[in-house]
């Protein structure tokens, strides 16, 4: 009871997360408010007492996933200019 | 142009966002672009009447947003159905849970119970979760390793750029490195007495790999994880798995006794085969997420 605040304000901003990462256009952006709601999802299982939750959303969540989209994205944008170049 | 509409909108709508795919599946694919008959070109997308084209994308938004609160719905009614949070009658307060929560640490010698539970009772899970990781890296290679197919033949040298001498990544990394693989190796080794686990520490080992490679480039880390030792290493980790607890559930359910004991509950060397099974899925799931990583960045392990 003494965290319920606490964990109201990370649920709206658990819900804010989620939406606007649907809605932001720049994907860079979006992902890393992706990164920051897997943060706030690993705090909250930390609150309900799943330790081993936790450390597996911060250290997947946050951080594998999160670098592997950032090469795609890399890779995607290098391969739009190399075709680019071609075309030139 | 009448015959094929829908297909032709799909793909002027492609061709406006994703233009660099068509155009690297086109080099990749030789077969692919035989096998339709009518060849886009650019004049065939010329000659796709502009009203069409607006009007589909107007519609496009609007019908997934129809689509996705229809969804939306069917699951929120599924939610209000469940049942009432921690009531005394739902179906999930079943013996199984009493059984796990009350003879947990008698039976697997893990103190903590979700370890128990995961490596013990319900090997098979993780088991069927290693399998997965190892299946989706072996069906990346598949796809990245084949010359012919794999788009970095497309560019050369990729992800070189990536990799600068940078100062701050350099000294961080030297001091978070060793920190990271250490923390993980803990969470592996102490997965039965208090948080972690093969899972999570073998993420966090993985990470360290990662953020190594990403300071001071491939050269060091190729000299013990390369392709070579990577296949021996998560091959003999699986078939430890699979084998091991074969003969476990083998034994349990004739009523052998293994020769793995439960030992004294909070030693280190306890809990019999969870602390192998930690390691072997830990080593998997390392050698997975930096396999990964390389094989996005730079096209090989």
């Known amino acids: 009871m003494q965290y319920f605040d606490f964990e109201m304000l990370l649920l709206v901003l658990l819900v804010i997360c989620g939406i606007s990462t649907c809605l932001t256009k720049n994907l860079l952006a979006s992902l890393v408010i992706f990164m920051a709601y897997s943060l706030l999802m690993a705090i909250i299982w930390a609150l309900l007492r799943a330790p081993d939750l936790a450390i597996t959303e911060a250290a997947v969540g946050a951080g594998i996933s999160s670098i592997l989209l950032f090469i795609t994205l890399h890779i995607l944008r290098k391969l739009r200019k190399g075709s680019e170049d071609e075309t030139k | ?301």
Not at chain 2, 63 to 84: H, Q
Not at chain 2, 161 to 179: E, M, N, Q, S, Y
Not at chain 2, 226 to 249: E, G
């Open chain 2, 1 to 301: 142009m009448k015959r094929n509409n829908l297909k032709e909108w799909f793909r002027a709508w492609d061709e406006d966002r994703f233009d660099f795919t068509e155009k690297a599946a086109g080099e990749m694919h030789p077969d692919l672009i035989q096998e339709t008959p009518e060849k886009v070109t650019e004049e065939n997308l010329i000659g796709l009447e502009h009203k069409e084209k607006a009007a589909f994308q107007k519609l496009y938004p609007i019908l997934a947003v129809i689509l996705i609160t229809v969804m939306i719905a069917f699951f929120l009614r599924a939610v209000f159905d469940l049942p009432e949070f921690g009531k005394a009658g739902n179906p999930t307060d079943n013996e199984v849970v009493d059984r796990y929560l009350r003879n947990g640490m008698e039976e697997t010698g893990a103190v903590n119970a979700v370890s128990g539970i995961i490596l013990d009772y319900r090997a098979f899970d993780t088991l069927g979760e290693s399998h997965v990781l190892f299946a989706a890296l072996t069906a990346v290679m598949i796809l990245l390793l084949y010359p012919d197919v794999s788009p970095f033949k497309a560019t050369k040298d990729f992800g070189v750029d990536l990799i600068r001498r940078d100062v701050i990544v350099g000294t961080t990394a030297k001091v978070l490195v060793p920190v990271t693989v250490l923390f993980g190796s803990y969470l592996i080794l102490n997965g039965h007495l208090g948080p972690g686990g093969g899972f999570s520490g073998g993420a966090i080992i993985g990470a360290g790999f990662i953020l190594y490679s990403v300071a001071f480039g491939y050269t060091g880390i190729e000299r013990y994880l390369n392709l070579r030792s990577f296949r021996i290493v998560c091959a003999c980790a699986l078939c430890f798995y699979s084998v091991s607890k074969c003969y476990s559930f083998f034994c349990g359910a004739n009523g052998f006794h293994t020769i793995f004991s439960a030992g004294t509950p909070g030693r280190i060397l306890s809990a019999g085969l969870i602390l192998p099974l930690n390691a072997a899925v830990g080593i998997v799931v390392a050698c997975t997420m930096y396999g990964l990583y390389s094989m996005f960045q730079r096209g090989k392990i």
